[in-house]
T-cell receptor, first 111, second 115 residues
Framework: EDQVTQSPEALRLQEGESSSLNCSYT??????LFWYRQDPGKGPEFLFT???AGEEKEKERLKATLTKKESFLHITAPKPEDSATYLC????????????FGTGTRLQVFP | NAGVTQTPKFQVLKTGQSMTLQCAQD?????MSWYRQDPGMGLRLIHY???????DQGEVPNGYNVSRSTTEDFPLRLLSAAPSQTSVYFC??????????????FGSGTRLTVV
């Protein structure tokens, strides 16, 4: 069964304190792994797509990496405006019309 | 640049009532979908459509109907509301050719409470 697990469930950081969020997955024939950001009361906002092991993508203070079993979202020197829930999702090759989402990591960055 | 528009933003229903959640997009996206988001669970796919006149079931379709008469609109109908359908509902869209790889565009959600 295709599955996505994110950890930790919640993370509290001091401004400037770098850390990483984890997304582990089991899926038959990974076609893509996705990171989304979700602010309270809003819909998810697309951040990155990763296609194959070894790939990396960066956007401002965020860097996403991918291995054959997991992905990491590294946050370097976070700011309070980075506070949000970060969602990971995968798309399997056998059903490209469906994304399987994890439950998310709620990140709080304090000044 | 409206993107994906969902209405209403909030709704309270009594058990057994029916209603339609509206979703419209102005990006000419072929693919549209409905997800529900519940505490402690990931977003789960209810129904999706790859173009006008074509719909298919997702992971949790029971109790919901959809239709796609135009490219722009993809309404979700609750036939007889139940407390288990209390959730936040999101509509998402994308270009069909790239599927999800270019990222879905999500609406801002409809928070539904069934009492």
């Amino acid at each position: 069964e295709d599955q996505v697990t994110q950890s930790p469930e919640a993370l509290r950081l001091q401004e400037g304190e770098s850390s990483s969020l984890n997304c582990s997955y089991t899926v038959s024939g990974l076609r893509g792994l996705f990171w989304y950001r979700q602010d309270p009361g809003k819909g998810p906002e697309f951040l990155f797509t990763l296609y194959s092991a070894g790939e990396e993508k960066e956007k401002e203070r965020l860097k996403a990496t991918l291995t054959k079993k997991e992905s990491f979202l590294h946050i370097t020197a976070p700011k309070p405006e980075d506070s949000a829930t970060y969602l990971c999702a995968v798309q399997a090759g056998h059903n490209t019309d469906k994304l399987i989402f994890g439950t998310g990591t709620r990140l709080q960055v304090f000044p | 640049n409206a993107g994906v528009t969902q209405t209403p933003k909030f709704q309270v229903l009594k058990t057994g009532q029916s209603m339609t959640l509206q979703c419209a997009q102005d990006m000419n996206h072929e693919y549209m979908s409905w997800y529900r988001q519940d505490p402690g669970m990931g977003l789960r796919l209810i129904h999706y459509s790859v173009g006008a006149g074509i719909t298919d079931q997702g992971e949790v379709p029971n109790g919901y109907n959809v239709s796609r008469s135009t490219t722009e609109d993809f309404p979700l109908r609750l036939l007889s509301a139940a407390p288990s359908q209390t959730s936040v509902y999101f509509c998402a869209s994308s270009y069909r050719r790239q599927g999800a790889l270019g990222g879905y565009t999500f609406g801002s959600g409809t928070r539904l409470t069934v009492v």
